[in-house]
């Protein structure tokens, strides 16, 4: 069965390769944690808490790509941006 890597996953193991190292590391031997799962604890989870709050022109991006029927608010668009990123640090 294939696997579904999360955002989290996803972007910690880009962070390994720009590192240049091997995602599937094991720190500490058997049983520990993988490389990514220390980048993902870390770096990732800081960026994403850092962005967690879109800046105005994210939001009215976010707001342009809505459809026009729903008449929808920046603070709406802010609000979506916001729930996916606290659901990618759920994950």
Do not use: H
């Not at 049983?31 to 967690?52: K, S, T």
């Not at 994210?58 to 729903?70: I, V």
């Amino acid at each position: 069965m294939l696997r579904t890597m999360t955002p989290i996953e996803k972007a910690a193991r880009a962070l390994c390769a720009i590192d240049g190292v091997d995602p599937d590391s094991s720190l500490g031997g058997a049983g520990r944690n993988f490389l990514w799962q220390e980048y993902a604890a870390v770096n990732v989870r800081a960026v994403l808490e850092a962005i967690r709050e879109p800046s105005v022109a994210m939001a009215k991006a976010g707001t342009d790509a809505m459809p026009a029927f729903e008449a929808p608010l920046q603070a709406d668009a802010s609000d979506c941006w916001q729930a996916m990123i606290n659901a990618a640090l759920s994950e």
